[in-house]
């Protein structure tokens, strides 16, 4: 074979490792999919013709091996430890007393704080650079040989990045959590549900599972990830910190999750454990407390290691999201589309922190699947900022007293037909006169993301349609001062702030207002889609449905239902009020909220206290852009901590460069 052949495949290969590196570690593509596509299939062809080309560490060889029989057992050079748990800030504190004791330390001890991932745990042997087998934890002493599966998992370099800083070590043994990240996993179990397999019951099962198949190619199918969070034997190299030990993982190539954080003193990993839960529900994967280690490598061996676990570490665990209460009644609450939705009323308990006394419950379905009773002991569970929810009934706890539930034949508010149509979970009141539907219709228009009209909250619209002071949201902008003072709690001055700020939510965006009609299944996403397709509020009022359909993610179910809403008499009568009412939604971002309109900023290197996703959408909410790569056209570089390659073409350019503080100046 020619010698052009082999180096062409050995740059291919080169360059799609970097990619890979750039993109699931970094989190800092330089390429487009379509162009590592490209680079791919050219390198599968190439090996295709050439089958002597190929290595065991070539990308292409990510797709699974042939099944095996059973795992292998591997034993551990160094057993791998579980972690000592605490639940609250007094065993946290206490644990760094502990620590400060056999250290006789008086001073504040560094710690390195970490999500704890609730995953599987695996490790990784590295030897001259090239991953050589892979195992899970299993009894801590010997686990099981998963190398085959854990060479599909794109987050797992086939061999480490060789760094001027750092010279790849003679062996490296690596620790870290596979899981699956949250989209994912719906995704995934939504497929197998369509294909008839039984569903996973959480992620980490999930990820688990997915580690332990013989077959690999099934594991490749799978949406693993790692992170990795400590080593176990390591000749070749050698760290102070487990600070260090992080960094120099990242140097090799190794993905580590970016919200790591050293704390100086216990206080500080405390602080740190309130803002990861507070971020909890947010996160892409699921995490299940914080991990505390002491930073310090001589510390730690000092300190040494109990029974099953190191005296040098901890798992602050987060409070427990799912409790037991008594579902005292049923309730059907009337939605702004008129769908009729089943809601809890519990006995107030408190859920991680929060009283919780009311529970959604979706639908009829899935109150009937669930066979849930009023009268009933149930489980249930809270998920951050999303309404509580009924896990399962205890029936261990049921009487015989408890009552069955049934949806009603007609709108519990209006007393019109309900009816329910095929394919719809949800019945629906069909009177678009239904003071219910009115009065969310309304509660949405004014909401947050839709004309933000600040003062106008739900009991106040409640209020004002109860008393006949609006029947449709076009009314809000024909309102009287004098009316407005003879409601409760309404005196002058609120009524004149109200007035400014219906006045003020005139000057808003097409997509903000296309959102705040309440159009069926047209969500804020979707609103800005056709937005940005249509330009024009009159020429999406016009448009018919194959130019629709024509719209990328606008499918059938969205185009007829706007169509349908937009051929209403009584829907374009409101907007044409609304309009001559001087309301003027804009193309352009405008005003107040849109001072980096124009702006293009770059996003480089981990931000100490926001995630990348976080300022990104930060950026964008005030109008700015947030792209991938440095031109001269870019108006900031923010880096963080390991900036990339981009920070250096910032300088270079001369483009202004922000750290997190300067960023956070530009958008207060
Ligand atoms: S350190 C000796 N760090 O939690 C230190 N563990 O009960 C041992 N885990 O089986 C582990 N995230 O799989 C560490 N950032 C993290 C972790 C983490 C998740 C898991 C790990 C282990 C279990 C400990």
């Known amino acids: 074979m020619e010698q052009v052949i082999k180096e062409r495949a050995a740059y291919l290969r080169k360059a799609l490792n970097r990619h890979n590196y750039l993109y699931y570690v970094l989190d800092e593509p330089e390429v487009s999919d379509a162009e590592y596509d490209r680079i791919m299939r050219e390198l599968v062809d190439l090996e295709g013709k050439y089958p002597e080309l190929i290595t065991p560490d070539s990308p292409t060889r990510r797709v699974g091996a042939p099944p095996l029989e059973k795992f292998e057992s591997v034993p551990h050079t160094i057993p791998m430890l579980s972690l000592e748990n605490g639940f609250n800030e007094e065993e946290i504190r206490a644990f760094d007393q502990r620590v400060k004791k056999l250290l006789e330390e008086d001073a504040r001890v560094t710690y390195t704080a970490e999500p704890k991932m609730d995953g599987t745990a695996v490790e990784l042997i590295y030897e001259n650079g090239q991953l050589v087998r892979a195992s899970t934890r299993g009894d801590g002493f010997t686990g099981e040989d998963i190398t085959a599966n854990v060479r599909t998992i794109r987050t797992v ?36 549900l369509e294909k008839g397999e039984p569903p996973f019951a959480n992620p980490r099962n999930a990820a688990a599972g997915s580690l332990r198949q013989l077959n690999s190619k099934i594991t490749a199918q799978r949406p693993l ?128 922190g929060v009283v919780v006394s009311r529970a959604t419950l979706h639908n009829e379905d899935e109150i009937a699947k669930k066979d849930i009773r009023e009268g009933d002991t149930v489980l249930i569970q809270r998920a951050g900022d999303v309404i509580p929810e009924v896990v399962k009934v205890v029936l261990s706890k049921r009487t015989g007293q408890e009552i069955v539930f049934k949806m009603p034949d007609t709108c519990p508010v209006c007393g019109s037909e309900v009816v329910r149509l095929e394919g719809e979970a949800a019945r629906r009141c069909i009177n678009a006169g239904c003071t219910a539907q009115i009065k969310e219709r309304i509660k949405h228009f004014a909401s947050k993301d839709a004309l933000d009209i600040d003062g106008l909250g739900d009991k106040l619209v409640e209020q004002m349609v109860e008393k006949g002071l609006i029947k449709s949201y076009a009314d809000l902008f024909t309102l009287k001062r ?85 051929k209403n008499i009584e829907n374009r009568q409101n907007i044409d009020r609304i309009l001559s009412c001087g309301v003027i939604p804009e193309t352009k971002a405008v005003g107040k909220e849109h001072p980096l309109a124009g702006k293009t900023f770059v996003l480089t290197g981990t931000l100490p206290s926001i995630t990348r996703a976080e300022a990104k959408a ?42 997190e503080e300067g960023l956070k100046k530009l958008l207060s």
């Open 157 to 192: 370099p086939l061999t480490l990045l060789a760094d001027s800083s750092l010279s790849i070590p003679e062996r490296l043994e690596v620790r870290g959590e596979v899981f699956i990240a949250l989209d994912a996993f719906k995704e995934f179990n939504k497929e197998r």
């Open 482 to 566: 004098d009316r407005l003072i003879g409601l409760e709690r309404m005196a002058e001055k609120s009524a004149d702030n109200l007035l400014a700020a219906i006045e003020n939510s005139k000057r808003t965006t097409i997509s903000r207002f296309i959102y705040a009609l309440g159009i069926r299944y047209v969500g804020e996403h979707i609103a800005k889609v056709l937005a940005e397709r249509f330009v024009s509020l009159e020429r999406l009022m016009e448009t018919g449905e194959e130019e629709l359909l024509d719209v990328e993610e606008v499918g059938p179910q969205v185009s007829k239902s706007v169509i349908a809403f937009f």
């Open 225 to 352: 990830e790692m992170f990795c969070y400590g080593i176990g034997a390591v000749e070749g190299l050698s760290f102070d910190t487990h600070w260090d030990i992080l960094n120099g993982l990242k140097f090799l190539g190794l993905r580590v999750n970016p919200l790591v954080h050293r704390c100086k003193g216990i206080e500080s990993a405390i602080e740190y454990y309130k803002d990861i839960e507070s971020k909890r529900h947010r996160l892409a994967y699921e995490v299940d407390g914080v991990v505390i280690k002491v930073d310090d490598i001589e510390f730690q061996k000092t300190l040494g290691e109990k029974s099953r676990s190191p005296r040098w570490a901890i798992a602050y665990k987060f409070r427990p999201t799912q409790e037991t209460t008594r579902l005292v009644k049923i309730e059907v609450q009337v939605g702004r589309t008129g769908a009729l939705t089943p809601v809890a009323h519990l006995e107030p308990v408190s859920v991680g």
């Open 618 to 659: 930060k950026i964008e909410g005030l109008g700015g852009k947030v792209t991938g790569s440095v031109s001269s056209k870019t108006s900031y570089v923010v880096a963080g901590e390991n900036p990339g390659s981009k920070l250096d073409k910032a300088g270079s350019l001369g483009v202004e460069i922000l750290d």
